[in-house]
DNA sequence: AGCGTGACAGCAAGCGCTTTCTATGTACGT
DNA sequence: ACGTACATAGAAAGCGCTTGCTGTCACGCT
């Protein structure tokens, strides 16, 4: 039914042995005979059985990219930017890798069979994306699964999340603690006093990094942290719309509402907008990472530039071995202020 | 160093066959002798070899999701409902599969090469989402392709995608012609007589199909279809802007401006404001398949909504066999006219 | 002329798992 | 009690490929 290499071999008068050698091209054969080969295995249209290529060398071009929300651009963004170094096909790498992303959608358990998944098929590389989930039981299962892989041969990178000691993985991360903290001293520098925060869920690092950045800010400048003025929710649109409306129901009197990430600002100012508030006349607000559509909205958003699309290449680039480790095994990937229209002083 | 199905069957004081029977569990098996099994599995931390299995099994749990470009979210929304459904891990499937996907970033050659590496993995279904290049030798090779994936097994299911007859696959196509020809219709019904159109890039199907929409809207209702009111771009905001400034340097009298996406549309909302023109007073604009940002936007903007989630879901229930698949193997999928504040008559 | 030396090509032994077929008990029915 | 049927467990034959090792020439050097 299915073309073997032994086909191939037959119709080209070789052992399979030779095909075998053509097609992975890292031993000498003569060019007529190379010729041959590759004219029987078009003839054939022979497809090179992965399992057992995989099973006999033992390796494998897989390499996994794990991302929380692959219909969050955040994650969209990175993904493509790995994929492209790691040189899935056409990529620069030239060898053939199958670059594939997983989406975890946030589960700590998908997130771990993922891996297991991935460990199976002896994954070349593994890179994970995004912040990590806090639960203690949760994250030593994690680090075990990298210890492994990495002790097996599997290069892991994290990229955005934050170092995993002991695991033998390469951390990019991102500075969302300082950028937390810029982007509230902004604020601050603005006038404002009462600012509202929305966090994202409770037990991811991002999210504590970016809060602890905030209330810094606030502790630096000598500002009460009124545990009311924040709320926690997930990372998307609807959470930062019904967040705002509570924030403002237990605090009519903010001046600022700063949201964990772009989609959750972008829900703050539709709450405002439908609240009656104008932005940034009433009330000034600001999000985070800075995706495509940001720009775009009107006023347009405060927000923190995270180089994603570099962050990603590099990471990609370090799970394919053609960078360098950044030493100690990790590296810190800082923010940028963008200031723009959504950010303004207090009653404007 | 790693451990085998036979340092199991030792450790469990059975056969290799036992053990495989346990991990398969499609055999018959002595509770005592599975739960012996079980434990030395877990206490040797053994991780079953992927190729090796795949290999002896002939088959995989592999199962691929090929997207245009993972950044964006229309293609983002759609993989991940495929992929919740795949039951990827934890999904509703029970049966641990790996649903990946592979960005082909719209390149002909990356396509068909991401199709090689999965049918060398003997991937178990394969779902291809968005629009087909309308190159007819790509076609022809994709075509191919993909017949020969079918004969190999692979469940093939297209999501958005117009249907490749010959080829065995089940086609999910989105209507886009019809949502285009019901979106000009309502411009032409709010009085608009002179509008632009930035389509996407001239080799796709899904630009041709709703531009084609659009000019049937423009014939019924009598409106000479100007040449120079259609301007081709990509698929993203940038394009948008710079086409829309084209446009107005064509035809600075043009009342309404129709995109070939949401992205699309958000740039021409800006280069429209940057042209100092107002939306929808002067000029009214029009998108194409409400995503989730497009009701952020100010004005929120008139699209056409597509339901991605809804169809990726059905692909992946099409592509596990858990849905029957429709009659003649071909479904079309209606978007839903959304009329929000960026239309209004013109001279408003 | 004789032999060392490359340059190729082939043999054959696995890689780790699945699965058919066979063997061994055990429990029935009569 | 004896034969039959059923439930389990094992032996062993691959699945299709890679690769170390073993030839076999043909060439060039002394």
């Not at 033992?58 to 991302?67: E, F, K, Q, R, W």
């Not at 963004?77 to 989406?103: D, K, T």
């Not at 439908?274 to 958003?301: K, M, N, T």
């Amino acid at each position: 039914m299915t073309v073997t290499l032994a086909d191939v071999a037959a119709r080209a008068q070789v052992s399979p042995a030779t095909v075998s050698r053509v097609l992975n091209g890292n031993y000498p054969v003569a060019a007529t005979t190379r010729e041959r080969v590759l004219k029987a295995v078009d003839e054939l249209d022979y497809v090179l059985n992965g399992p057992a290529s995989a099973l006999a060398a033992a390796t494998s071009d897989l390499v996994g990219i794990l991302v929380n929300d692959i219909a969050d651009p955040f994650f969209g963004i990175m993904a493509s930017a790995i994929q492209a170094e790691i040189g899935g096909p056409g990529g620069r790498a030239g060898g053939e890798r199958l670059a594939v992303v997983c989406n975890t959608g946030g589960s700590p358990e998908r997130e771990l069979t993922y891996l297991t998944l991935l460990q199976r098929q002896r994954a070349a590389a593994v890179v994970l994306t995004g912040g990590a989930i806090e639960d203690a039981p949760h994250k030593a299962a994690m680090d075990a699964k990298l210890r492994k892989l990495a002790d097996a041969g599997t290069r892991v990178v994290l990229c955005g999340r934050p170092q995993a000691p002991e695991t033998g993985a390469i951390a990019l991360t991102f500075d969302n603690r300082g950028g937390g903290r810029e982007l509230t001293e902004h604020l601050i520098g603005l006038g404002h006093r009462r600012l509202g925060y929305i966090a994202g869920p409770q037990e991811r690092t991002t999210t504590r990094h970016r809060l602890e950045g905030h209330r810094d800010a606030l502790a630096a400048h000598g500002i009460e942290d009124d545990p009311r003025w924040t709320v926690h929710g997930r990372y998307d649109r609807r959470s930062g719309y019904e967040a705002t409306l509570e924030l403002l129901r237990r605090d009519p009197s903010l001046t600022a509402v700063v949201a964990a990430n772009d989609s959750v600002a972008l829900g703050a100012c539709a709450a405002l907008r439908d609240s009656g508030l104008r932005i940034p006349d009433e009330v000034s607000v600001a999000g985070f990472d800075d995706l495509p559509f940001s720009i775009d909205v009107v006023p347009a958003l405060t927000t923190v530039r995270l180089p994603l699309a570099e962050a990603g290449a590099r990471a990609g680039r370090i799970a394919m071995g053609r960078e360098e480790e950044p030493p100690g095994g990790i590296a810190s990937v800082r923010g940028e202020l963008m200031v723009r229209g959504s950010t303004a002083g207090p009653r404007g």
